[in-house]
């Protein structure tokens, strides 16, 4: 009976090893981190904005885009869904890129191209403390996208300022002074003796 008894622990034992074993033996794989959201202009959005030919009125729709996606990234985050929310955000960065391209391609000089910039700049004012709100709710691997998207609209309201004030307050590029300008000035250090 004893022997009966060790043989059936010993059936039981050594798969209980192998399995342990093999366990042991296969390299453990970490998580691959989530892929950021992909920027894009859906389809439908794309018609509406081509079908517009005023630069004012599709900057407007483009914004008000831009701020519907991004009132849905919040919904969805607040319904930890969080996938369809990146989506979603991925969405918005597209428009944001597609209007700030846009205005990108005007004649910078025109006080209409100036006017378009500050409507960006005031629209993203307001989109940068929602996604803050937006990325302390949403767990911390996702979380990490959130905060490049919080800092590509951060740097698109800056291209936007500087753009606007590029032309009438500061000069981005000075214009250099030429040999001829320097024989025309009638200063005391360019006088020979």
Do not use: W
């Not at 050594?14 to 366990?23: D, E, G, K, Q, R």
């Not at 950021?36 to 959005?45: K, L, Q, S, T």
């Amino acid at each position: 009976m004893r022997l009966g008894y060790s043989s059936s622990s010993l059936l039981f034992a050594v798969p209980i090893c192998l399995v342990a074993a093999t366990l042991q033996a296969q390299p453990r794989t970490e998580q691959l981190p989530t892929p950021p959201p992909m920027r894009f202009v859906a389809r439908e959005d794309r018609a509406q904005l081509m079908g517009i030919r005023d630069s004012k009125a599709r900057v407007r729709l483009t914004l008000e885009l831009a701020d519907s996606r991004l009132v849905r990234t919040e919904a969805l985050t607040s319904q930890k869904q969080f996938e369809q929310a990146s989506a979603s955000l991925g969405n918005y960065l597209g428009l944001i890129e597609d209007v700030m391209g846009f205005i990108g391609s005007l004649v910078r000089d025109r006080g209409s191209t100036r006017d378009l910039y500050r409507r960006v700049d005031i629209s993203l004012r307001g989109h940068i403390p929602r996604l803050a709100v937006i990325r302390r709710v949403t767990p911390a691997d996702l979380a990490i996208h959130i905060k490049v998207a919080e800092e590509f609209a951060r740097d698109m309201r800056s291209e936007a300022l500087d753009s606007f004030y590029g032309y009438s307050i500061l000069r981005d590029n000075p214009k250099p002074e030429t040999k001829a300008d320097a024989a025309k000035d009638p200063s005391p250090d360019n006088k020979r003796p």
